[in-house]
């Protein structure tokens, strides 16, 4: 029987590409242009229906002091009297101030006015609400009245509630939502260039979201400055991102000073990136102290971090921590939910565990899952399992294909108990004379 441990942990992927965005709610709650006539006009008096003005400027000054629930009285009472941008800005008061019930009434009215953002703000209600067909068609409407915010998020509403558009489809509603002023849409039209190759227009709509400081379009762009090979450029793009605090980047730049060889510069990347709550990268930083920087202790509590947030790689690793800590029962719980999660090494561990307490036939067949290229060991002793069955057959069968693997441990298999009934079979013999060179 071989036990290995090993440090299969690395995760970088250098194309590590942000997905879509949806364009989420305005907030400014005030109305500008109050013509200066009408302004001189306004009776310093009460906000009535029929002296609207007074409750604009009003309801402006509240919103000016932040002053939400106040403001949204004032611009209600200014929609009641006919004034229809007032109903659109009433319902920003009222989500300003977390009243959605409110919010809904007058973004409604102001989306029955014809109001584009009105009916924008009123998808992301119902958005929320997983109402999904009543906000897709209030999206529509805000598309259909020019607002590029409610054409991008068609697409993107679609497509996470399973109703996927055609390629085509998505492909000009991000057209006409970049050319209705959504940076999103722009943002989003660039991951749709980037998916057709089209990388020259892919780059014009990330780079002028990058100019924005909008951190996921830096990021991006240096995953197309790496497809054209242009690495310095990658790494400026990862390094604005990453400065600007979004998490992927960081996790990129760690992954390119990994390539280098440079583990120590890639440590505090990933570390960025853990903070930012990308488990992943937690499992790298644990990965650069335990197996490249050799210090076992202060690798453990990244990984540790890394399974509390599900990390596939850190359970797998804070999984061997607890064997060598003989902590067996706990390191079999993470070994099954990364081994469930499609790790073979965890796979193989727990094979391991069940050998190591004799258990043979739950130790089988978590070594006949893992067996494979990568993992010549579990193939290798799914054969040892069989040969202390007393099955030839099968013992053979899976020596064979630890050979055809490219396995080379032969002094080691030569002195191994466990093969001893089937190095008796006269198959053995020609077998290893087959593969062994």
């Known amino acids: ?25 305005i907030r400014d709650g005030f109305i500008q242009g109050i013509f200066e006539a009408a302004t001189k006009a306004v009776e310093k008096g ?3 229906m029929d002296n609207v003005n007074r409750c604009i400027e009003l309801g402006n000054e ?58 924008h703000e009123l998808g992301v209600i119902y958005g929320d609400q997983a109402k ?14 020019g607002y590029g915010g409610s054409c991008n998020n068609i697409a993107m509403l679609n497509d996470r509630t399973g109703k996927k558009l055609s390629a085509a489809q998505s492909f000009e509603l991000f ?15 660039g991951i749709e260039y980037e998916e057709r190759n089209d990388l020259k227009n892919a780059r014009l709509n990330y780079a002028s979201m990058c100019q924005k400081d909008y951190a996921p ?30 998490q992927l980047s960081c996790m990129n730049m760690g992954g ?3 390539e280098d060889e440079k583990y120590a510069e890639a440590f505090p990347f990933y570390v960025k990136s853990c903070e930012a709550g990308n488990y992943d990268a937690c499992s790298e930083a644990g990965w650069i102290k335990r197996w490249k920087q050799k210090d076992l202790p202060a690798g453990r509590p990244y990984f540790a971090k890394a399974c509390d947030g599900k990390s596939i790689l850190g359970c797998y690793q804070i999984g061997l921590y607890l064997t060598e800590e003989n902590k067996n029962a706990e390191a079999m719980k993470v070994f099954e939910y990364s081994c469930g999660k499609g790790n073979k090494p965890s796979c193989y561990e727990i094979g391991m565990l069940y050998y190591n307490e004799g258990k043979m036939d739950q130790a089988l067949p978590h070594f006949m899952s893992s067996c494979s290229k990568d993992l010549t060991d579990s193939c290798y002793n799914v054969a040892c399992v069989h040969s202390l069955a007393k099955n030839a057959d099968m013992a053979l069968k899976f020596l064979e294909k630890t050979f055809e693997f490219g396995f080379k441990a032969w002094s080691e298999m030569e002195a191994d108990k466990d093969l001893d009934f089937v190095r008796a079979d006269k198959r053995y013999a020609a077998l290893i004379k087959k593969y062994k060179k």
């Open 256 to 258: 390119i000073n990994v």
């Open 46 to 48: 009460n906000c009535r």
């Open 217 to 246: 379009a830096c990021n991006n762009l240096g995953v197309v400055s790496l497809k054209e090979k242009n690495r310095a450029e990658a790494i400026t793009h990862y390094t604005k991102g990453c400065n600007l605090g979004f």
């Open 1 to 25: 029987m071989k036990k290995i441990i090993t440090s299969i942990v690395l995760l970088f992927i250098t194309l590590n590409l942000h997905a879509g965005e949806l364009e989420r709610a």
């Open 175 to 189: 057209k006409k939502a970049c050319a209705g002023g959504s940076d999103k849409g722009c943002y989003n039209l």
């Open 62 to 119: 509240n919103n000016a002091s932040k002053n939400y629930a106040e403001a949204m009285k004032y611009f209600a009472t200014a929609c009641d009297g006919g004034h229809q941008e007032a109903c659109e800005v009433a319902g920003i008061n009222a989500n300003n101030a977390g009243n959605i019930n409110t919010a809904e009434k007058y973004f409604s009215l102001g989306c029955d006015h014809g109001r584009k953002i009105s009916c």
């Open 132 to 145: 999904f067909d009543q906000a897709i068609a209030r999206f529509q409407k805000g598309c259909d009245l």
